[in-house]
């Protein structure tokens, strides 16, 4: 062993930005840490209706949530609550509210349709659900679900308005008797559902500690734009959802600690996000993909709409470094003009990794960025294993405090993820320069992309396998010009069995939520490609023309 150590040591990359501090702060201490600062300078908007809180206001609302959530739910520290909320101010009065009450969230897409909300939140052993009017129904019937099931907050209602609900405004008026505990930074307060590398989704166990490294390791002066300084007051414009990884702790809480207006829209649409750039001037846009395509190729969007923006961030998906200078052409600017940054992260690790400078030399345009600070990576042989050079792809692992815990009740789960040397595997393929910015050119996992959202061709295919006539399935994604990636699935029926595609895709669209459905179509084959091991062979689909529609 001694003597393999050193060649491992090759070739393994550290943060050319060096250390942050881990320290003992919760998240919600470390976000709103300097908000005495700047208490009436505006906090999170909501694009489509105007409401608006300031930071004092945030953190008053915080603080009457927590105390509601503990005196009046009775919820007890390391207890779940559910969120079902789009993007709207009071999604941070919930969810911060929440983790200074001690308590873990778990966030759902409100696209979702029952029984994917169902899984995720009978799997963490959710005790409470807040959402906004639309989705009581669904909350109820969640919840009838739910062991020791304590109660739905109404986001946007009154207590008298239906019975046995909450109503938030109400729980934020009345004064509750509450003992909020201690919280300990080690202790898990997020659980996000992700797919990893293989399977169905699964709970990622984050601590206070794993989110607040991530924090800081972002607010390194290189990566910023006014080299760390804070409370700017500078307006950004986002979609990328809060209760995405991306949007919550990469997107809203970094913006929250440096005092920025957040201005965000539950829904997106072209008319609603253009009337955001021209009443809000908007400094930074905060995108995923398929809305930088958007911004580049729409004609709605007009070069005048985009005077206040000075830079765009992206991530979630692969970008390609044509869409980036395609953007650049439409909008006449230079790259000196408006900055394209790009970062990669992921669920599983908080999720920031790599992030571009602020300022960062042009033909590195396409690049997912450098390692931010204490954080380490490796590119490995996907035949050999072994660390490889600059210019060589493989597969990149990464390391460092903001790799999650390990993923809830699924320790072998957690184990192929993450080794015993405590490298997360991302199952992404990419390669390094000699200045070590990192590329991403593949994925070896199953995880399909779109527009930045994870499908798990797992559940997909569990779900075409209900069907009694179909013998194999496998659902893989396919490239689309708008959405980065779409599902499609390849079937193999039992003989004389007369399954349309028209039936698979409806079955799938009554299960799961629009982007999961099946856009890239229905395709039938004679035989699934699977290894020796029966797993199916994903990435052949892309591959070869010997597995094109036989239909
Ligand atoms: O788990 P997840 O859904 O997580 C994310 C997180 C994304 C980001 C990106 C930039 C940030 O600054 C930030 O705060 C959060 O998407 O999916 C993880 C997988 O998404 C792909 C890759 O396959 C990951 O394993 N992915 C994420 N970012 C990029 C990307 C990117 N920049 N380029 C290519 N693929």
Partial sequence: ATQTAPVLETNLLNSLYGEVAVGNETLTDHVFKDVNLWPSAPCVTCGTSGRSYDYGMMQLMIERCAAALSGHLKLSPGERIGLILP???????????????????????????????????????????????MFIPMASEVSKSLKDY????????DDDKVTGIHGLRSLLMADHDADLPDVDANDVCLIPYSSGTTGLPKG????????????????????????????????????????????????????????????????FTPDDYIK????????????????????????????????????????????????????????????????????????ESSPVTLLTPYIYPYEKIGSIGQLVPSTQARVISLTTGESLGPHESGELLLRGPQVMKGYWNNEEATKETIDNDGWLHTGDIGYYDKEHFFYIVDRTKELIKVKGNQVSPTEIESIIME?????????????????????????????????????????????????????????????????????????????????ADKS
């Fill in 467 to 547: 069907h009694p006539e179909v013998a194999d399935v496998a659902v893989v994604g396919m490239p689309d010009a708008l959405a980065g990636e779409v599902p499609k699935a390849f079937v193999v029926l039992k003989p004389d069995h007369k399954l349309t595609e028209k039936q698979i895709i409806d079955n799938v669209a009554q299960k799961l939520a629009k982007y999961k459905h099946l856009a890239g179509g229905v395709a039938f084959l004679d035989a699934i490609p699977r290894n020796a091991a029966g797993k199916i062979m994903h990435h052949v689909f892309g591959e070869s023309e010997k597995w």
């Fill in 150 to 157: 304590k109660g739905t907050i109404w986001v946007g209602g």
């Fill in 276 to 347: 955001c750039l021209i009443e809000y001037q908007p400094s930074t846009l905060f995108v995923v993909p398929s809305l930088l395509t958007f911004l580049a190729t729409h004609p709605s969007v007009k070069k005048e709409y985009l005077q206040s923006v000075d830079s765009i961030m992206v991530g979630a998906a692969p970008t390609t470094e044509s869409m980036l200078e395609k953007f650049l052409l439409k909008v006449e600017k230079t790259k000196d003009q408006i900055k394209l940054l790009q970062g990669y992260g992921m669920t």
């Fill in 87 to 133: 993007n709207i101010p009071e999604f941070v009065v919930l969810i911060h509210g929440a983790m200074k009450a001690g308590l873990v969230v778990t966030f759902a897409n409100p696209l979702y349709t029952s029984d994917e909300v169902r899984r995720q939140f009978a799997d963490c052993n959710v005790k409470a659900i807040a959402t906004i009017e």
């Fill in 204 to 267: 990622v166990m984050l601590t206070h500690k794993n989110l607040v490294s991530n924090l800081k390791q972002v607010q390194t002066p290189k990566f910023m734009k006014y080299d760390g300084e804070k409370g700017k007051g500078d307006v950004i414009l986002t979609v990328p959802p809060f209760f995405h990884i991306y949007g919550f702790n990469g997107i809203l809480n970094y913006n929250l600690i440096l005092g920025y207006h957040i201005v965000s829209l539950p829904k």
